[in-house]
C-alpha cells in the first residue's frame, strides 16, 4: 500500500505560471519534507515541517513556498516557475527525531517540466 | 547543508561479484546514516541504516560500515544482480542538523550480466 503519494506524476508548467504539487502520507509522520532532484544529482532539501513548524532551509529561493493543512497532507507552491527549476520533486516524511532519528520515506517524485 | 560526498560517481560489477560503494561526510556530528536506492524515474528506497554507535550492520545481501575516525560510510552489496542496477546515495543527519537529512553526490552501479 502507498505510503508517501505525490499527485500528479508529471507535470508541465509554462514559464511563469504558478503550480502546486500536493502530497499525502498515511504513516501519521510528525515531519514532511520536500526535495528538488535534477537530473545525475543528489536530492537537495527544500524545506521540511515539523508539525506545523515550517523549517525553510538558508539556500532555498523565495518562489518556492510550501503549505500544511493538517498531519496528511503538505504542498509545493513555485510562484513563477523558471526553466531552471525543471526536476523531480520528492516528498519525504519521517517520525520526528526525539532520541533517535528514524528513516524517511519517500514518494515516487512529481516530474516537473517548464515550457 | 552538511557536506556528503561519495568517492565514485559510478561502478560496474560483473553479475555475482561484491560491490562496495563509498561516502564520505564532513560533520563530526553525524549520529545517523542511511543508504538509499533509487531506480530511474522512481523515489529513493530504504536500504539499510546505521547509528554512530554501531560500525556495521547487516541486512539481507548488504552490509554497512561505519568508521567515524575518517569519517567514512560503505555499502557492500553481496552477489550483486542486474536488479542492483540503480544509483546510491548516502544520507546523513546528525544533532546539530535538526530533523534535516543531508545527501551525497550518488554512485551509479551498474551490473553486467
Known amino acids: 500500500d502507498a505510503m508517501v503519494i505525490q499527485n500528479p506524476r508529471y507535470q508541465v508548467t509554462q514559464f511563469g505560471k504558478p503550480v502546486t504539487l500536493s502530497c499525502s502520507q498515511t504513516l501519521n509522520h510528525n515531519v514532511m519534507y520536500w526535495y528538488q532532484q535534477k537530473s545525475s544529482q543528489a536530492p537537495k532539501l527544500l524545506f521540511h515541517y515539523y508539525d506545523k513548524d515550517f523549517n525553510n532551509e538558508a539556500d532555498t529561493p523565495d518562489n518556492f513556498q510550501s503549505r500544511r493543512p493538517n498531519t496528511s497532507f503538505c504542498f509545493l507552491d513555485i510562484r513563477s516557475p523558471g526553466l531552471g527549476d525543471a526536476a523531480m520533486y520528492l516528498c519525504a516524511t519521517s517520525r520526528d527525531r526525539g532520541d533517535y532519528f528514524y528513516e524517511q520515506y519517500f514518494g515516487p517524485g512529481t516530474r516537473l517540466t517548464v515550457t | 547543508g552538511e557536506s556528503v560526498g561519495l568517492h565514485l560517481p559510478t561502478l560496474s560489477v560483473q553479475e555475482g561479484d561484491n560491490s562496495i560503494i563509498n561516502c564520505a561526510y564532513s560533520?563530526?556530528?553525524?549520529?545517523?546514516f542511511i543508504w538509499y536506492k533509487q531506480e530511474s524515474g522512481k523515489g529513493p528506497q530504504f536500504i539499510i541504516d546505521i547509528r554512530s554507535n554501531m560500525d556495521k550492520r547487516q541486512g539481507q545481501r548488504v552490509t554497512v560500515l561505519l568508521n567515524k575516525t575518517v569519517k567514512h560510510l560503505s555499502l557492500q552489496i553481496a552477489a550483486t544482480q542486474p536488479g542492483d542496477s540503480a544509483v546510491y546515495f548516502c544520507a546523513e543527519a546528525g544533532s546539530n542538523t535538526g530533523n534535516q537529512f543531508y545527501f551525497g553526490t550518488g554512485t551509479s552501479l551498474t551490473v553486467i550480466p
Open positions: 560533520n563530526s556530528a553525524s549520529d545517523y
